[in-house]
């Protein structure tokens, strides 16, 4: 019994294999007929890793016991007709677990030992280095060995109080929040800090990320997971217990965790099967199921459309025993429809918005280049046509004129040199404004400014000053853009009126979705230095994994610019090349023909038939690129859409988002994530 999420998924995953044959089949295309240099070739591969490599990743999020990881079995786990990740009453999951494939590694499951956080390292880092990881091989095809071996997420060891407080697991001055200390003064603390499973599960195969947390609570939550796991979910569900009702601890986590509204957020209502009661009848139940959901939607403050009561235990059992009206009623389904309806199309433009434009840029540059050869084309036509019937002297004269063009062409080189140095040079300052290397300073400079101020009280002066300071970075970049643009647009009006070139400026990286992207940063972050939250800043060990987590944020986005800027300028010198190539290659195909014409006297209507033949057919080449793009950006702007039953799942409804434009900028859509 598939659900319509794996349904979805399946359509969307399909959805990507096309596009992938097709952008392969278009870079085939542009390759055998010499239309690509490297860097066109880099980006057809670019975009190509873009769709095997697209990923949604959605977290699950809630106080303990409130049935995440049996939730998770019953929407990913459910066929393989058993529990697959342990849940049981009481702390079950230790460490956030995350679930996800990778086909260039074997089935496994890594555990970071939790006595890593001692060096302030944060998880991410840590992800490079391997070595220091458990891994345990996953068995395939036998999901008792494999429940048996994702156990190990449940693992606990006793420490001392002192061990227990460098873990981060015991606070003295929040008492209440701490785990029961035994009769030896020791203290239980998960054993491991996070665990990686790697598992060819078909909808991990198909790109999808599932995040377990473990329940959490004020001292043993890892600060990652708020700073960076979180935000970087494409969805969070966070999961409230019918019988428990709204707790004061579930709401800290709604607050403290999801509180962010840029979080795409979903709301269960679980275990609505405790709510039982054989002296009500169903009405009276279901009545009480909605005068909860109302409550909850309220305490929340999101809508009552994302509030789903359901029980994840029933549908577990109803989807493993083939019972469909138990699933129905187990209220699964709508959790499932509705994260389809929102999420996968949500993803799906994303990544089709990504291959159109990646598609746009590349005919622009193959256009280009057609027409370069055409007019060269059209001028050797020209030149053929009017040698009919012309005397030897007249040849002869045609010669020096040609020699005369020949030399014009080498004249404008160093010109061209001269100006590709000071394009280079501005480029490099503009990239060295964005690089990675110049974010790090930054933030170490913001470091050592709130270290410098008392009681960090000077914290929230230091990180205004840096988002001010990265603000100025991108300014400061944005102007260098502008002067580039200018220089190149000047270049080429020089070089197209004097040398007959036809060189055209490429659309300039806009910067404004960066910008907003790092306010963005800096709102989230910027909760941190609030009144009510300034105490965590000072809490062991947080403000140095804080800045790692923010460093590596504020990184994608410079280095996002930073890419983009670079294209801008392959691109540029790319157009340049090119045509300088095509130049040359016309003028030493016509000093061919030309010697030729003066040796026999009909090679001049053979050569004058030769050429009108590769005219037809660059033609005909230019209208199968075009047929070839706008194939991919139909087939790009068509995401699959959730069906509204989830019943016709194999015929997914097609949802053109755009009429065919073409020639738009490259640039226009890209965004900063
Ligand atoms: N009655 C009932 N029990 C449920 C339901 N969902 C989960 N449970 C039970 O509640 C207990 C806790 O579920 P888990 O999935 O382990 O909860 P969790 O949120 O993952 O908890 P931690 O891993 O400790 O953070 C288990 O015994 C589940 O079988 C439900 O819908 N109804
Ligand atoms: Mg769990």
């Known amino acids: 019994m598939s659900s319509t999420l794996s349904r979805e998924l399946d359509a969307l995953a399909d959805w990507r294999k096309a596009m992938d044959r097709r952008v392969e089949q278009f870079g085939t295309l542009l390759g055998d007929h010499d239309l690509l240099d490297a860097d066109g070739m880099a980006m057809v591969q670019t975009l190509r890793q873009r769709l095997s490599s697209d990923r949604l990743v959605l977290a699950f999020v809630a106080e303990f016991s409130r049935g995440k990881s049996e939730l998770i079995n019953a929407l990913f786990f459910a066929d393989s007709g058993r529990r697959i990740l342990p849940a049981t009453p009481g702390r079950t999951t230790m460490c956030p677990v995350e679930l996800a494939w990778d086909a260039s590694e074997a089935a496994s499951l890594c555990l970071l030992p939790i006595g890593t956080r001692r060096d302030g390292l944060t998880v991410s880092a840590l992800r490079g280095r391997m070595h220091l990881w458990q891994r345990v091989a996953l068995p395939l095809g036998n999901p008792e060995g494999l429940a048996e071996a994702l156990q190990e997420v449940t693992q606990t060891q006793l420490v001392s109080l002192d061990d227990a407080r460098a873990l981060g697991f015991w606070d003295d001055e929040n008492p209440n929040d701490n785990p029961p200390r035994g009769d030896d003064d020791r203290v239980e603390v998960p054993a491991w800090r996070h665990a990686l499973i790697n598992y060819p599960h078909p909808l991990l195969k198909r790109g999808l990320v599932v995040i377990d947390t473990p329940g959490l609570n004020a001292i043993g939550a890892e600060p990652e997971l708020t700073l960076g796991l979180l935000p970087s979910a494409h969805a969070t569900v966070f999961l409230l217990a019918a019988d428990a009702g709204v707790t004061r601890s579930d709401l800290a986590i709604w607050r403290d ?15 609505i099967d405790a709510l039982n009661d054989p002296l009500l009848s169903a009405e009276q139940v279901a009545a009480q199921v909605q005068r909860q959901r109302e409550q909850v939607a309220t305490t929340l403050a999101v809508s009552e459309q994302r509030v789903f009561p359901l029980s994840a235990r029933q549908a577990l059992s109803a989807r493993m025993g083939g019972d469909q009206a138990g699933l129905l009623a187990s209220g699964l389904p709508a959790l499932e429809q509705a994260l389809a309806n929102q999420l996968l199309p949500e993803r799906g433009s994303v990544v089709g918005r990504l291959i159109e434009d990646g598609a746009l840029a590349l005919q622009q540059v193959t256009t280009r280049r057609i027409n370069d050869r055409r007019r060269q084309l059209a001028d050797q036509l020209a030149e053929l046509g009017s040698l009919r019937g012309k005397s030897s ?57 709130s270290e410098a101020s008392l009681f960090r009280l000077g914290a929230g002066k230091a990180f205004a000053q840096l988002g001010q300071r990265l603000a100025g ?23 197209n009126a004097e040398y007959g070139f036809a060189l055209s400026a490429a659309p300039k990286p806009a910067l404004t979705n960066y910008r907003r992207e790092l306010k963005r940063i800096e709102a989230a972050y910027g909760r941190y230095f609030g009144l009510t939250k300034l105490w965590r800043l000072s809490e062991r060990g947080f403000l140095g994994q804080f800045l790692q987590v923010l460093l590596s944020r504020l990184r994608v986005v410079f280095e996002s610019a930073a890419v983009e800027v670079e294209l801008w300028g392959k691109t540029c010198t790319a157009q340049l090349e090119s045509q300088l190539r095509e130049r040359r290659r016309a003028l030493h195909s016509r000093r061919d023909a030309f010697s030729r014409i003066q040796m026999a006297g009909d090679e001049l209507e053979r050569r004058i038939h030769e050429v009108e033949a590769q005219s037809a057919h660059l033609l005909q080449l230019g209208e199968r690129v075009v047929e070839s793009v706008d194939g991919l950006r139909i087939l790009a702007a068509t995401v699959p859409r959730a069906s509204a039953t989830g019943l016709d799942a194999d015929a997914p409804e097609a949802a053109p988002r755009l009429a065919l434009v073409h020639t738009t900028s490259p640039h226009a859509s890209r965004g900063a994530a």
Do not use: Y
């Not at 965790?257 to 275990?271: A, C, M, Q, T």
């Open 257 to 271: 965790h999801l509180g962010d509204r840029g979080l795409e957020r979903f709301v269960v209502l679980n275990k």
């Open 393 to 449: 002297s007249k040849l002869l004269m045609m010669s020096s004129r040609f020699q005369r063009e020949a030399a014009a062409f080498e004249e404008c080189l160093p010109r061209l040199t001269a100006t590709r140095a000071v394009h280079s040079r501005l480029l490099q300052s503009v990239m060295r404004d964005l690089s990675s290397e110049r974010v790090r300073l930054e933030v170490s400079r913001m470091q050592a400014d």
């Open 473 to 495: 970075l991108v300014d400061r970049a944005e102007k260098s853009i502008e002067e580039i643009d200018q220089m190149l647009a000047a270049s080429h009006r020089q070089m």
